[in-house]
């Protein structure tokens, strides 16, 4: 065996004993994990096996991953507070202040918009009584002209059509007689 034969023997078994090291830790992990209750997902498991996620898809680490999701789907298993990293862990006092806060702002926004509601319903109640009844008044008697004039030319409009119609039929039947003369005039000659 040469030396380059040697060296890459001893890349393949160092290579071989890194893989079957990141294999064990995978399962040690799937097996805490189930011990614990907490959820298993891939990405957790990679995760705190310290491997890539593509390696906790690998044929020989998939199914028995796969069989302990299944496994805790059964059991109806959810993640439990130890699956929550105790730096997000969050207590329940603190929850309670800020539900505390949370409920004091909606009820400071809806004085807010109440306010709000009201002002508008006053500024647009100043802008109607600013308006002059008898601007109002005049506004109105002309809209009324305006409309009583455009009624007027709608009816000379149907009027002034309904003649046209009558005109063009007798023109028409001035041209279809004209057409007939035409016709017997070039017949006969």
């Known amino acids: 065996m040469t030396r380059h034969d ?9 290579r071989e004993r890194d893989s079957q090291d990141k294999r064990r830790r995978v399962l040690e992990v799937l097996d805490s994990l189930q011990r614990s209750g907490t959820r298993v997902t891939f990405a957790r498991v990679a995760k705190e096996a310290g491997v890539s996620s593509w390696l906790a898809y690998a044929p020989g680490l998939r199914e ?4 302990a999701r299944q496994r805790q789907k059964e059991l109806g298993v959810e993640a439990n507070a130890g699956a929550v990293p105790p730096q997000s862990r969050v207590s329940h006092a603190s929850l309670k202040t800020d539900l505390a806060l949370a409920q004091q702002r909606i009820k400071e926004l809806r004085e807010e918009r109440n306010r709000l509601r009201e ?7 100043a802008e109607l009584d600013r308006t002059d009844s008898h601007e109002l008044i005049s506004r109105v008697d002309q809209l009324s ?12 409009a149907q009027a002034d059509n309904r003649t046209l119609r009558v005109t063009v039929e007798s023109l028409e039947d001035d041209l279809t007689a004209a057409r007939q003369s035409l016709r017997k005039m070039m017949r006969s000659t």
């Open 6 to 14: 040697a060296r890459a023997a001893a890349l393949k078994a160092a």
């Open 64 to 67: 028995p991953i796969e069989a």
């Open 119 to 125: 002002r508008l319903r006053l500024q647009l109640g």
């Open 145 to 156: 002209r305006e409309n009583e004039q455009l009624t007027g030319q709608l009816r000379q």
